[in-house]
């Protein structure tokens, strides 16, 4: 009954796996914190077919946490790390 | 009670191909915009096929609720999140791409 | 059946931890290495997940990926002052005079 929902989880671990070219590769600083974002969604998913596989439902509030988590990373990126660098040149790394 | 089980199984395979095509739009898309696009829109709605058949398949109202719950506050936070990077590019003056 | 299902999505996460680990060590790129740490850490709670702890996965994503990765992101901008996204170990002095150059340029 639950191998199933193992099986899913096993497809959904190299989305994220593979997702994780793009910290390497994207040109921009978002592009790279976009990934945090798909591993935030992503993690969810394979959290929640987890719970169901290895019929463990406290796995369901870890779920909880890495979806308000992953978001907190992106918001202090963008209003901390992102935000006024453009007023040097092109010298920034983070443009 | 099968009817809901296999019902969530298929809900469960539709959103599993939504994650896929989110990480390949990721991968393969020519800007942030699209990117985010594709990331944003595409897993937040395999989230949700997973969530409902994971749902259907629970058969105790508690538990459905609760997953419901998480996907609306995925949902919330996802969306803001991608507001929040798109507007700051913009306000960074990165070009949207064009077909050239 | 179940058994080697669970053994494949073991070996994909431990060696996507590993990779994730030497590319956050050997990597240039201040910045790139605290979006790798993020990812680390929410790996990192898959993988106590995994092991049967979900108290200690649910301390690691919380301070992995809530805690620690906002502080460095924060830590990283105010290091941005300085050249290249690099830690200049020299006199406050020094320093004072760039950020007078700076608001100059501005």
Not at chain 1, 76 to 95: A, E, H, I, M, V
Not at chain 2, 14 to 38: K, M, N, Q
Not at chain 3, 74 to 86: C, V
Request: charged share 15%; hydrophobic share 55%.
């Amino acid at each position: 009954m639950s191998v199933m929902h193992l099986l899913f989880a096993l497809i959904l671990l190299p989305a994220i796996t593979v997702g994780m070219v793009r910290i390497l590769r994207g040109p921009t600083a978002a592009d790279r914190m976009m990934t945090a974002q798909l591993f935030g969604t992503c993690g969810v998913a394979i959290l929640l077919l987890l719970s169901v596989g290895m019929l463990n439902p406290v796995l369901i509030d870890i779920a909880l946490v890495f979806a308000l988590l992953a978001t907190l990373a992106t918001l202090t990126f963008t209003r901390r790390t992102w935000q006024g660098s453009d007023k040097r040149k092109n010298d920034d790394p983070l443009s | 009670m099968t009817i809901l089980y296999h019902s969530g199984t298929v809900f469960i395979i539709i959103g599993v191909l939504f994650f896929l095509s989110g990480t390949v739009g990721l991968l393969r898309f020519p800007d942030i915009y699209t990117r985010l696009h594709a990331l944003t829109k595409a897993d937040n709605v395999g989230l949700g096929f997973v969530v409902f058949g994971l749902a259907l398949q629970s058969g105790t109202l508690t538990v459905a609720i609760k997953l419901l719950l998480i996907w609306f506050l995925v949902l919330i936070a996802s969306s803001a999140s991608c507001h929040l990077i798109a507007s700051s590019a913009m306000q960074k003056k990165i070009v949207p791409w064009t077909r050239p | 059946m179940t058994t080697s299902i669970l053994t494949l999505f073991d070996s994909i996460l431990i060696l996507t931890l590993l990779w994730l680990g030497w590319r956050l060590l050997s990597s240039e790129d201040i910045f790139k290495a605290v979006i790798l740490f993020i990812s680390f850490g929410l790996l990192m709670a898959l993988a106590w997940v995994r092991m049967r702890a979900p108290d200690v996965a649910l301390a690691e994503a919380a301070l992995g990926a809530g805690l620690t990765g906002p502080l460095f992101l924060a830590a990283l901008r105010r290091m941005n002052r300085t050249r290249k996204g690099e830690r200049r170990l020299d006199s406050d002095e020094k320093r004072e005079k760039d950020q007078k150059t700076d608001t100059e340029q501005t």
